[in-house]
Nanobody, 122 residues
Framework: QVQLVESGGGLVQAGGSLRLSCAAS????????MGWFRQAPGKEREFVAA????????YYEDSVKGRFTISRDNAKNTVYLQMNSLKLEDTAVYYC???????????????WGQGTQVTVAS
C-alpha cells in the first residue's frame, strides 16, 4: 500500500505562487496515477489536476489550467503541484491522491494524504 503526506501549503497574496509536494511511501508509487484535489470550507471536494504514472499525461480542471502545473519525480516518490497566479477562490485544503488510472473522480483514488492548507489573501 501507499501512504501520502502533503506539504508546502501556507498563506500567499493573490497573484503569488506556491508549490505543494506530496511524498509517498511504498515500492509501488510509480505504478499509480496521482491527483490533486481541494476542499474549501462549506464546499465539496473538487478535482484540480492529475498525472499518469509515467508523468507523460496530465489533466487539469479548467479553472486552474494555465496557472497550475502537476509533475512527478518517481525516483523521489514525490508529486508536485506548482500554483501560479493564485486567486482568492483557490483557498482550500489541498489533498494528494493515488489511484490506478488518471481520473477527476475522487472515488477512483484509493490512497489519500491528510491535506495541506492553502490560503490566498487579497
Amino acid at each position: 500500500q501507499v501512504q501520502l503526506v502533503e506539504s508546502g501549503g501556507g498563506l500567499v497574496q493573490a497573484g503569488g505562487s506556491l508549490r505543494l509536494s506530496c511524498a509517498a511511501s511504498g515500492r509501488t508509487f510509480s505504478t499509480y496515477a496521482m491527483g490533486w484535489f481541494r476542499q474549501a470550507p462549506g464546499k465539496e471536494r473538487e478535482f484540480v489536476a492529475a498525472i499518469s504514472r509515467s508523468g507523460g499525461s496530465t489533466y487539469y480542471e479548467d479553472s486552474v489550467k494555465g496557472r497550475f502545473t502537476i509533475s512527478r519525480d518517481n525516483a523521489k516518490n514525490t508529486v508536485y503541484l506548482q500554483m501560479n497566479s493564485l486567486k482568492l477562490e483557490d483557498t482550500a485544503v489541498y489533498y494528494c491522491a493515488g489511484g490506478g488510472v488518471v481520473s477527476a473522480t475522487p472515488t477512483l483514488y484509493r490512497y489519500w494524504g491528510q491535506g495541506t492548507q492553502v490560503t490566498v489573501a487579497s
